[in-house]
């Protein structure tokens, strides 16, 4: 039966409350950065390496639940409720078995990995210190995604707002007390920088259940009866979800070695790219709200049998998107300095950061468009073609971004314009990829 036309106002209802989830979330990244600013340099660097290397893990997760977010978006397009519950379930089981699989790499393999990747031995000896608390975060991480997963799925996406809010609050509290050693509480430095954040975690994932067991009618999608587990369908959510999972996987492991590039530019230039990297994520909040709505809107209309309507829509968030960034970059071009004072008082990370945020700026409206197409791809259930997009693209990526430092000496400025190769080279082939139209009879 044909929908009625997807709307802009549609368009905004689903994608709103993920953006508001992204403020909060990056409230967390935003404080953490800043407090660690006035810790020191070391703290500052030190954090973004295990940050992102927590990130690159997580990003696992976060792939298997975009697989099963795509999977229950289109039964809820195909009216099969019930089946929901089904993925869930399924969903769930196999997070927890990531989880401690994920534990077992970040805690007890951080040692190996950073020795071999990390040059300033204060900066490794930093990071692994953060990683031994931040490693717990994981299993609370794996679980809420799996909530967002089911309710981006069903475009119920308000929860993700007050969850991620509640996340945010916790962390701010935490941070100052156990960063700096307040009220009673040791002074943990960057060890409390990473507690606070697994703590948050943890306070998240029981606010989603205690949300979902009071407003979710759990008969109404099946949910957590765990009668029909079956190594068949977990094999099914494993065909959307796996090339999604090494794609997240993928890109987050190289922008992880673009910072270890980065750190043998000099213990100031990681440093200021952390900052950036900080602000970065602020201008990508419209990207990743509207995005997760492309991935599901997607979905529902493939469940629908309106495959037509699917550039409409894209072209539709696209714009949406692109608009969205470029109010947020106008705001950081027009008080450069102002902004990163925000974050550290050193003059010397404050003029480098100005030249890299005016790169970073441009970057973010390139990515704006990319990531949407992107999405619109693996919301028509390709995931397997989306995966080969992000490799070819993150290969040119790392290759120019290695010949820059290695063979042209370049700044690190000039090193953060890869941000606008990645940006533009995903949207050229994700749009190439959906003009083709190969994609219209996919089943998942």
């Given at each position: ?263 043998k530019l000099g213990e100031a230039s990681l440093a200021v790219s952390n900052i950036i990297r900080s602000i970065y994520v602020i201008l990508m909040m419209p990207v990743w709200g509207f995005a997760t709505a492309t991935n599901a809107l997607v979905s529902t209309a493939m469940g629908e049998g309106n495959q037509k309507d699917v550039m409409k829509i894209t072209y539709k968030i696209a714009g949406m998107t692109f608009l969205g960034v470029l109010l947020i970059v106008m705001v950081g071009l027009l008080f450069p300095r102002i902004i990163m004072e925000i974050y550290t008082n050193d003059t010397l990370l404050i003029d480098m950061g100005i030249n890299i945020l005016k790169v970073v700026s441009l970057g973010a409206l390139f990515i704006s468009i990319g990531f949407i197409m992107f999405n619109a791809v693996s919301g028509t259930g390709k995931t397997n073609i989306s995966l080969t997009i ?55």
């Amino acid at each position: 039966m044909k929908k009625a036309e997807i709307s802009y106002k549609r368009i905004w209802q689903i994608a709103y409350p993920i953006i508001l989830g992204s403020v909060a979330q990056n409230v967390v990244n935003f404080t953490d950065t800043a407090f660690l600013g006035r810790v020191g340099e070391i703290a500052l660097g030190a954090g973004a390496l295990g940050g992102l290397f927590y990130l690159a893990v997580f990003m696992l997760g976060l792939g298997f639940g975009t697989g099963a977010q795509i999977i229950i978006a289109r039964r809820i397009g195909e009216g099969k409720l019930k089946q929901v519950g089904v993925v869930m379930d399924h969903a769930l089981l196999f997070m927890i078995m990531l989880a401690t699989l994920s534990f077992v790499l970040m805690y007890f393999g951080s040692r190996e990995l950073l020795g071999y990747a990390v040059q300033s031995e204060r900066i490794y000896n930093a990071t692994l210190q953060y990683m031994n608390f931040r490693s717990f975060g994981i299993f609370f991480a794996f679980v809420n995604v799996t909530f967002r997963s089911f309710y981006v799925g069903i475009t119920k996406t308000k929860v993700i707002s007050y969850t991620t809010a509640v996340m945010a609050v916790t962390n701010i509290l935490l941070d100052y007390v156990l960063i700096f050693g307040y009220y009673g509480f040791p002074r943990m430095g960057i060890e409390g920088a990473a507690l606070a954040s697994s703590i948050a975690e943890g306070v998240a994932m029981l606010f989603f259940i205690s949300y979902t067991k009071v407003t979710v009618n759990f008969s109404q999608f099946n949910l957590f009866r765990f009668k029909m587990l079956s190594p068949g369908y977990m094999g099914r959510i494993l065909k959307v979800s796996l090339p999604v999972m090494m794609q997240q996987f993928a890109s987050l492991s190289v922008w992880f070695v673009f910072f270890l590039i980065i750190e043998k530019l000099g213990e100031a230039s990681l440093a200021v790219s952390n900052i950036i990297r900080s602000i970065y994520v602020i201008l990508m909040m419209p990207v990743w709200g509207f995005a997760t709505a492309t991935n599901a809107l997607v979905s529902t209309a493939m469940g629908e049998g309106n495959q037509k309507d699917v550039m409409k829509i894209t072209y539709k968030i696209a714009g949406m998107t692109f608009l969205g960034v470029l109010l947020i970059v106008m705001v950081g071009l027009l008080f450069p300095r102002i902004i990163m004072e925000i974050y550290t008082n050193d003059t010397l990370l404050i003029d480098m950061g100005i030249n890299i945020l005016k790169v970073v700026s441009l970057g973010a409206l390139f990515i704006s468009i990319g990531f949407i197409m992107f999405n619109a791809v693996s919301g028509t259930g390709k995931t397997n073609i989306s995966l080969t997009i992000e490799l070819v693209v993150l290969a040119m990526y790392l290759t120019y971004t290695f010949v820059l430092t290695n063979y042209l000496h370049a700044s690190v400025a000039t090193v953060w314009t890869s941000e606008l190769l990645y940006g533009s080279l995903l949207a050229l082939f994700s749009w190439g990829y959906l003009l083709a139209g190969k994609w219209k009879h996919s089943t998942i």
